[in-house]
């Protein structure tokens, strides 16, 4: 029997193509909303659910579910209950590794982007203001010299760091924040002697640039928030690659407002595709889309990679790339 594939929107080829192939595959004609992708995961006419950021994936969703497991195409996965997922042994898929250097070529591009002023220089060139080099025109911040700080030091967080070291900023970080966890000089493997990890306020304080590399949870929900903001230095910027309701949006727009740090590069928002109210106005920003890992190569990969998961899953097989494998129950 070949696995039978629910998706709520077409992937990136050759993702499809390879689902088309090994499964009976349904495309929905328009992304659902909660209570009609539910109905279609209890059908029973599915074995595999095939979802995006945008697709709830919650308890009562899951507890109704007559499907094997959720692949998920995206390798953050807070849009799914996994604990919930877990409990009524439905795997869930993502697809790790492949977006790594593409996201963190996003975050030093806000780094830069903020430092440099990029969103006001392009806008003043097409505006026609542009009348001749001036010394004193859009002048902003180094990197060079100064500190980043990471929060988190997982995959993406340590391409920054490389990314970061190159550009000859040092680089300081915090595993975990907000809780704190030592890193052995084994465990930072090539970056022994070039980064340093420093207690979570620490990081915040002596950032120029804090750049985020959590992932969203129940400990990381507004970690940064109004007091880290202000425990920051005016001078300083925040890059968010991760996801938006990490940062407090809304406590963000008044610390940029009232100068409480310089600026700010965000390519993730709390209420995505909803923005903060101010946001747009504000000069000292650089706002990106959700596109840390839209490369044509790169958003092939995931294709691939969520396609692959999803044929495992839906034949009752254990997936390549599981973020519960416990939930494994084997063909049924
Ligand atoms: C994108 O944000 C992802 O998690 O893959
Ligand atoms: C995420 O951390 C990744 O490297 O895919």
Known sequence: MKPRILLTAAIPEP??????DAGEVTLLPEVPDTAALTALCASGDFDVLLSRLGDTVDADLLAAAKVRGVSN??????NIDVEAATKHGILVGNTPGVLTDATADVAMLLILGTARRVVEADTLVRSGQFSGWNPELLMGADVSGQVLGLAGFGRIGRATARRALAFGMDVVFS?????????????LGEFAGKVRQLPWDEVVAQAD???IHVPLNGQTRHLVDAAV????KPSA???NTSRGP??????????LREGVIAGAGLDVYENEPELASGLTELPNTVLLPHI?????????????LAARNAIAIGKGEMPEFAVNPEAFRGAQ
Do not use: C, H, W
């Not at 993702?15 to 088309?20: H, P, S």
């Not at 195409?73 to 807070?78: C, D, E, K, P």
């Not at 595993?175 to 084994?186: H, Y």
């Open 209 to 211: 640039f804090l750049s």
């Open 237 to 239: 910027f925040l890059v």
């Open 73 to 78: 195409y995206a390798v953050g996965f807070n």
């Open 15 to 20: 993702g499809m193509e390879l689902l088309y």
């Open 175 to 187: 595993p975990r924040p907000p809780q704190e966890r030592i890193v052995s000089a084994d465990e």
């Open 246 to 255: 990490v940062v407090d949006e809304a406590a963000l727009v008044t610390a």
């Open 229 to 232: 903001l202000k425990a920051m």
């Open 292 to 304: 840390g890992s839209a490369t044509v190569p790169v958003r092939g990969k995931m294709a691939v």
